[in-house]
């Protein structure tokens, strides 16, 4: 005989982080307008107990955001969340337990067994899947906090320009490297 729940097990450390999640979602819900989604649910494969969370955010109120050519409306953050923890709110604040734990969708999927957004395209699906951790600040910022001497990077206008900045800087170094190497031996 074998009985298959979704009950797991949730430490008292958890329990005030899970808290905390569940106070800023109802912040959420009060302050936005058009579509909030919420999905809770346990990870099957995972070798500890753990929980998933999606939240998603249709921005458009006219539109339906699962729609293929409203994606781009459409605000989703996603977690895998430990629920056994050995540490608590002193250790570990917050924002960097939540940020430690963020996932993409595609992570989510895989731990749950279960797929989201499936009345997408195919071609708009990936899109979706491609967004890293880094697209969205839903219920977290998952960019760290950045001493005062170094906001300059922090406060781009654009946090992706300052990272297409930074790879192309790197390029250029690494160009110049090689160049500089080149010229060396040859």
């Given at each position: 005989?074998?009985?298959?729940?979704?009950?797991?097990?949730?430490?008292?450390?958890?329990?005030?982080?899970?808290?905390?999640?569940?106070?800023?979602?109802?912040?959420?819900?009060?302050?936005?307008?058009?579509?909030l989604?919420?999905?809770?649910?346990?990870?099957?494969?995972?070798?500890?107990?753990?929980?998933?969370?999606?939240?998603?955010?249709?921005?458009?109120?006219?539109?339906?955001?699962?729609?293929?050519?409203k994606?781009?409306?459409?605000?989703?953050?996603s977690?895998?969340?430990?629920?056994?923890?050995?540490?608590?709110?002193?250790?570990?604040?917050?924002?960097?337990?939540?940020?430690?734990?963020?996932a993409?969708?595609?992570?989510?999927?895989?731990?749950?067994?279960?797929?989201?957004?499936?009345?997408?395209?195919?071609?708009?699906?990936?899109?979706?899947?491609?967004?890293?951790?880094?697209?969205?600040?839903?219920?977290?910022?998952?960019?760290?906090?950045?001493?005062?001497?170094?906001?300059?990077?922090?406060?781009?206008?654009?946090?992706?320009?300052?990272?297409?900045?930074?790879?192309l800087?790197?390029?250029?170094?690494l160009?110049?490297a090689?160049?500089?190497?080149?010229?060396e031996?040859?």
């Open positions: 005989m074998s009985v298959e729940t979704n009950v797991i097990e949730i430490s008292a450390a958890f329990e005030m982080y899970w808290m905390d999640f569940g106070k800023r979602i109802s912040e959420l819900a009060a302050k936005v307008s058009g579509q989604n919420v999905v809770v649910g346990p990870v099957r494969n995972s070798p500890s107990p753990a929980i998933f969370l999606v939240v998603s955010h249709c921005h458009s109120q006219e539109s339906d955001c699962f729609n293929d050519d994606l781009i409306d459409l605000d989703v953050q977690f895998l969340l430990p629920t056994h923890l050995h540490y608590n709110e002193n250790c570990l604040s917050m924002e960097l337990f939540a940020r430690s734990n963020l993409t969708v595609r992570d989510v999927e895989k731990a749950s067994g279960l797929i989201f957004f499936p009345s997408l395209s195919r071609e708009a699906k990936l899109r979706l899947l491609a967004r890293t951790v880094l697209a969205s600040d839903l219920l977290v910022d998952p960019l760290p906090e950045i001493p005062d001497d170094q906001q300059h990077f922090h406060n781009s206008a654009n946090h992706l320009d300052t990272l297409v900045e930074f790879v800087l790197w390029k250029l170094l160009l110049a090689v160049v500089k190497f080149f010229h031996f040859v």
